[in-house]
């Protein structure tokens, strides 16, 4: 069979391979130590609790087993959501809980909005770096993706505007809190700066924030979408995949109402709804525990994680040459090796020489050929005497890759 | 904001209504007894047992709850289901449990094939009538949706050869088994025929087969993608939703490697990865219960919904103009009344004036304007004491309807 003559364009030709699959893919094959994977410290999934949150929906009269009548969502789940958000402050007015759209995971999320908005054709603004999975859906909808430089306190806003005079945007997607990869938070100060061009030039702004309860430094900063006011343009994608479990495949979006209806719609074409079984026992959970102890528990750790990295790295890697930021908060740290022309070379010489694992920074480019020296280091699973072990490991690593380079250089 | 200035054009001008969830909202507003609902009935749920498969998995050490390594589906499930296919002599040599891809639902199956394959522009035949969520998604991806008039035993093989000879189709959409709405069941030559067919205008058949284990004559007849043989070109889509619980969300699709592959790559965009603990709740269930006499105790059920049904419309219905078919499994009776000219405008004035909901069957149809006095009744969740009262209803209405026709003619 013809395949490829049967499959359409976007499948021939925008679909990606997804480049943190493939790494991670030979980093378990060589059963490598991993300072590469996003995913949260598993030790920290409230599993007893919510055993009993399943246990408990699994036996009540809830109607899980039927289709669902709430495609938007378990309206509970969703009123919740809404008092949340509105208690921390992250909400305008205008926000009820009609305007919360549950998703599988944020990723459902970012590709139920470019099914409404994007068009082949269109230019988004996206972070330089940012999320790869968040640009392949974009890159997939056959839009032009352009970058803007992230720098430690948040997008250039400079450079940003030189790009918006050359050129109509439709959105700008957006990490402010925590980024992934870098860990860079942007300031509330440059989130209103980047409103106003947004008014100005009439973009939506996507902010996608899984990673804001994850703080070492106490409030990370507002949400664009509370900062917006009135002005409904910002639309706002939570997850509780890194609070509570990915696997349970439950994120949120909370949008204009116009836009939750074409959600909506969309949803029903794309999978008629969700499994409400998942739905309720996160309700269940979140109304159950107190949550602000359990953030706090998951912090803590999440910041003694970073400590120890960081500690062991420049013990063991940064005399190497790895350069390296700290971060207020999430999973990652992100660096760089200005000796390194090719990290993901890089990246397959450590886990197969020294069986440890990294992220190549250029994969979270949106432009090709950036970023070639940069890396993203994971501390979210990694333990303290994991650490000293990594970095050890890739200190190695550098030691020996720069040898090999300057034997038979690229 | 000028939201539909903003939304792309699919979301704009081909993104539908479900009209079936239409009806069904106004149904519950008006508390109609609904003959309108292709649900499953909900005491047929395994409850006892789903409850134990949940909590085995959820005491156990599978890896439920961070992100899916499996982005096809639980590997276990995978094997499962083409064992069980493939012991019920429905699959081809070349299926192994690699082409096995789980979905959330046969919705997000057709969803992603229609990712995969369609392009705006393209010509696809369906059945006349067949699934509007599966027209909506095919219409929301630009295509043209071709009927080809459904028979008591199947397709209308020379409309199909007329319409071929007239334009280049990509696909084909089927549901060969007790069809939704008609309950109709293609027989085993007219697959055939159709294959030959397929062959010759060299167009792809996909099968949508979930109501195959709900039989009332013992074997329904083979399926298409066996009966192809060593020709990759169907792709069959399978569920759990009429025969375990909706609410699980858990369908699957069978198809070549490398239509597999382009799903995996779909899937991982659209929502990185599946629960798995409903993969691995279902996988514990199939393989812990008599499957045989689960199906057995659903089809005997069905069946007495069925015959209840079908005896009292006799009684009541039928003297007032209603025909009706006798299916050999599945959820639906269908029928028309000749006399009536608008089935959608009788819906509504059966459900406001005598509290009883059917489906129009005119949403079924790919063309608008047709079937307009064709009705659909689901027999499912009707228990005979309901029936019974559903039917008079339905009589009470159709009368009341004809004076009211008679007085204000359309």
Redesign the interface.
């Known amino acids: 069979?013809d395949?490829p003559g049967?499959?359409?364009?976007?499948?021939n030709n925008r679909?990606?391979?997804?480049e943190i699959?493939a790494i991670m893919k030979v980093s378990?094959a060589e059963k490598a130590l991993s300072l590469a994977a996003g995913?949260?410290f598993?030790a920290l999934?409230p599993?007893g609790p919510?055993?009993e949150s399943?246990?408990r929906v699994?036996?009540s009269d809830l109607?899980?087993?039927?289709?669902?009548?709430t495609?938007a969502g378990v309206a509970g789940l969703c009123v919740w959501i809404a008092e949340w958000m509105r208690g921390d402050g992250l909400l305008p007015e205008w926000v009820t809980s009609d305007n919360v759209f549950i998703t599988?995971?944020s990723?459902?999320g970012l590709?139920l909005l470019a099914?409404?908005?994007?068009?082949p054709g269109d230019t988004i603004l996206v972070e330089s770096p940012s999320y790869p999975?968040a640009l392949?859906?974009f890159r997939?909808s056959g839009v032009k993706c352009l970058g803007v430089p992230l720098l430690a306190d948040g997008p250039d806003i400079e450079a940003m505007e030189t790009t918006l005079a050359g050129q109509k945007v439709?959105m700008f997607y957006t990490i402010p809190t925590f980024q992934n990869p870098t860990g860079f938070t942007t300031s509330d100060e440059k989130k209103r700066k980047i409103l106003d061009l947004a008014k100005k030039h009439d973009f939506?702004i996507i902010e996608d924030d899984p990673y804001r309860n994850l703080s070492f430094v106490g409030f990370p900063g507002g949400t664009y979408i509370h900062a917006a006011g009135d002005?409904?343009?910002v639309i706002y994608l939570g997850s509780f995949?890194k609070i509570i479990?990915?696997?349970?495949?439950c994120g949120w979006v909370v949008s204009?109402g116009?836009?939750t209806e074409?959600l909506v719609?969309?949803r029903?074409?794309?999978?008629?709804?969700?499994?409400?079984?998942?739905q309720n026992a996160i309700l269940d959970f979140v109304t159950g525990i107190d949550l602000t102890r359990h953030l706090k528990r998951l912090s803590d750790t999440y910041r003694q994680h970073r400590d120890a990295l960081l500690s062991s790295l420049r013990e063991h890697a940064c005399p190497e040459g790895l350069e390296i930021t700290t971060p207020g908060g999430g999973f990652f740290l992100w660096g760089r090796v200005p000796w390194i022309r090719d990290m993901g070379r890089f990246a397959y010489f450590a886990i197969r020489n020294e069986k440890v694992a990294i992220m190549p920074g250029d994969i979270f480019f949106p432009q090709r050929g950036q970023g070639i020296d940069t890396i993203r280091l994971s501390f979210s699973k990694v333990i303290p005497s994991m650490a000293e072990e990594g970095a050890k490991r890739l200190g190695e690593a550098l030691g020996k890759f720069r040898t090999a380079q300057e034997e038979r250089p690229l």
Request: charge should be negative.
């Open positions: 069979m395949w049967r499959f359409n364009d976007c499948t679909l990606e391979d997804s699959a378990a995913e949260p598993g999934y599993v919510l055993q399943f246990n699994l036996s109607p899980i087993w039927g289709y669902s009548n495609r599988n995971g990723q459902e590709s099914e409404c908005f994007l068009e999975e392949g859906v997939k439709k939506l002005d409904e343009r995949s479990a990915p696997g349970l495949r204009s116009e836009v074409k719609k969309h029903v074409m794309g999978t008629l709804c969700l499994p409400e079984l998942l």
